[in-house]
């Protein structure tokens, strides 16, 4: 069966998941050059071979890098100045291939293997202490990467996402049972006049709607109307 157009192109992307396209991962632009939204200049760490690769699979022309979304350059790895890192974990947040280790309040390390040059991780680092370093000499673009690195960088950050999707999941779930608990609890308390009455049935339209705003949202939708 032939690959829709999309997974082609995703498969010819760098998968530095870095946000230079203008969209927040490279399935996302692959997707968006498939259906004409996007054009196939807008990603500086394939350079000029990948806009070749992507003119090949859509037919269209070859056209330079376009400055808006960065330069071709040689690719960089970053570092953390490990005297200066604070541990707030915000680089750690702000990775999208988990190449980052370390806890709350502790130092962290960048593992270089895995580091895809992405350049996320130095503006939330509130004491600049990172900095992309470049590693690849005067190669640049996929003369400065290589097809398994990109496919490894790609797993991970599907791992990643899927992690993070669970997590919300699981996070929605616990604020869902302690909502009913409370229902529970509400019902179950003694009303012997109006206004306990009234109080009971002000706390039950509150934990309903907040139940119902979880239930949209797990749905997909945020406006409850």
Known sequence: MTKALADQLEDLLPQT??????????????????SGEADINQCPPGGMEGVRRLAAAT?????????????????????????????????????????ILG????????????????????????????????????RTGWDAWSQPAADAARSRH??????LRRERDENDARLAAKAV????????????????LAEKERKRAIIAAAME?????????????
């Open 59 to 99: 037919g269209r022309a070859v056209i330079p890098i376009n400055p808006a979304n960065g330069i071709e350059r040689p690719r960089p790895v970053a570092f953390i100045d490990e005297a200066l890192c604070i541990g707030c974990t915000l680089c750690i947040q702000a990775c999208p291939v988990d190449a």
């Open 158 to 163: 599907d791992f990643r996402e899927a992690r």
């Open 213 to 225: 705003r979880a239930r949209l949202k797990a749905a997909g939708n945020t406006d409850p109307t």
């Open 103 to 138: 806890a709350a309040k502790q130092m962290h390390t960048i593992l270089p293997s895995l580091c895809t040059g992405c350049d996320l991780c130095v503006a939330p680092c509130p004491v600049d202490c990172i900095a992309m370093v470049p590693v690849t000499g005067e």
């Open 181 to 196: 608990q409370k229902m529970r609890e509400v019902t179950a308390e003694a009303t012997n006049t109006p206004e306990e």
């Open 17 to 34: 998941q870095c946000t230079k396209c203008g969209y927040p991962a490279c399935r996302p632009y692959a997707e968006a050059i498939a």
